[in-house]
């Protein structure tokens, strides 16, 4: 089985702009969790979409927004773009339902300047 | 809120030595244990999850409600082991993560 993809590797943005991060989850996976990971911070936890719908938010502010298709591919949007925002983002996905064990992506540089 | 305090930033140790690793929680209800491992230049990647009980890679976790305590031991450490770790809870609506460890396993 192909493993979580996440695309584009890497991103220069400057602030004030808007950026859109794609994810393809394993295949048969329902469930797609966004996760911010920097040095400072650590880990954090965005969202998870599950079937289509957001089910489970993290403390980030509105401009962090995402959805998910059907055929569970899921995109992650920040918009107005801050330097704080520059970060690995990853991505994983699971079966879903309440089946934690996340399988995750190699993740998206985003380099805000 | 639920959180998850991994207290070492580094742990060294000599390769055929023991090792801990230490994870503690606060969370009032049951909530899944999970540790994540990240070895160099691959992505993260789950270890183990308290509700298997199962050891990988010779590493355990045994889940202690009264100390509120996910540690993660390896009687005998190999310098393969060497990576970051990551202790990790799931509470049905958040998952949220350690700030991590990062295990150096000496020659």
């Known amino acids: 089985k192909a493993g979580v993809t996440q695309t584009p590797r890497y991103l220069i943005k400057t602030r004030g702009q808007q950026v859109t991060l794609s994810c393809s989850p394993i295949s048969g996976h329902r469930s797609v969790s966004w996760y911010q990971q920097t040095p400072g911070q650590g880990l954090q936890f965005l969202f998870e979409?599950?079937?289509?719908?957001?089910?489970n938010k993290g403390n980030f502010p509105g401009r962090f927004s995402g959805r998910q298709f059907s055929n569970s591919r899921s995109e992650m949007n920040v918009s107005t773009l801050e330097l704080g925002d520059s970060a690995l983002y990853l991505c994983?996905?699971?079966?879903?339902?309440?089946?934690?064990?996340?399988?995750f992506g190699p993740g998206t540089r985003l380099t805000v300047t | 809120a639920q959180r998850v305090t991994q207290p070492e930033k580094l742990l060294s140790v000599f390769k055929g030595a023991p090792v801990e690793l230490k994870c503690n929680y606060s969370?009032?209800?049951?909530?899944?244990l999970f540790w994540y491992v990240q070895y160099s230049r691959q992505r993260l990647q789950l270890l183990l999850r308290h509700i298997s009980r199962e050891s990988i890679k010779g590493f355990t976790a045994d889940l202690n409600k009264g100390e509120t305590s996910f540690h993660l031991k390896k009687p005998f450490a190999q310098e393969e082991d060497s990576a970051m770790y990551y202790c990790a809870l799931g509470d049905g609506q958040n998952f949220v993560f350690g700030p991590g460890t990062r295990l150096s396993v000496l020659p």
């Open positions: 994983a996905s699971s079966l879903g339902g309440d089946a934690y064990e996340q399988y």
């Open positions: 979409y599950f079937s289509e719908t957001q089910r």
């Open positions: 969370y009032s209800g049951s909530p899944e």
